[in-house]
């Protein structure tokens, strides 16, 4: 994430680098063909223990990324729970 100091304004205020908020995308878009309509998933389940686990101390961020991604209606995952729940779960759009 140092590589640029790019950020991008989500709309709940907060801010997140640019890079973080397109790779968080690209990873849930690229594995939503994998994953099953009705079930609901955690980001962490949604991207993999792999990539989860390499956020190292992004993962606020990547949550806070993926919650506007899915208010701006840029993924195809709508909210499984209630939004202040920890952590947020998604599923599929049918």
Known sequence: MSDSNEITTLLCGRTVPTLLYLSVRDRVLERAPELEYGIPYTLKMICGERYWN???????????????????????YLFASERDA?????????
């Open 54 to 76: 390499g956020l190292g101390t992004y993962k606020t961020q990547a949550g806070l990324a993926m919650a506007d991604l899915v208010d701006e209606q840029l993924v195809p």
């Open 86 to 94: 920890k952590p947020l779960w998604y599923r599929l759009k049918p």
